[in-house]
């Protein structure tokens, strides 16, 4: 079992930035792809950024350009810059280890206009 540990949320200005940080709860085993997606009520929840362990980074196109991800080995991070009001969301960290998925409990960004 792994546990996910996300923090960085919080309430920004639109044109701010925030750097979220999710801590895998272990480091006996490989993880295959890490990652941030965000979710906001009535909608589906929808990719931002992954990254996997070679190093190869996926991101939606609305915040390419933007958002950048990163990772440790047990850890990854996403630097939001330029942020808009509708980039406003729970945001969720996600990691792949083998055949499970695993989700973090979710931090909320808020961007005011």
């Known amino acids: 079992q792994v546990q996910l540990v996300e923090s960085g949320g919080g309430l920004v200005q639109a044109g701010g930035s925030l750097r979220l940080s999710c801590a895998a709860s272990r480091r006996d085993f490989t993880i295959n792809r890490m990652g941030w997606y965000r979710q906001n009520p009535g909608k589906e929840r929808e990719l931002v950024a992954t990254v996997t362990s070679g190093g190869s980074t996926n991101y939606a196109d609305s915040v390419k350009g933007r958002f950048t991800i990163s990772r440790e080995t047990a850890k990854v991070y996403l630097q939001m810059n330029s942020l808009k009001p509708e980039d406003t969301a729970v945001y969720y960290c996600?990691?792949?280890?083998?055949?499970?998925?695993?989700w973090g409990q979710g931090t909320q960004v808020t961007v005011s206009s």
């Open positions: 996600y990691a792949r280890v083998g055949w499970f998925d695993y």
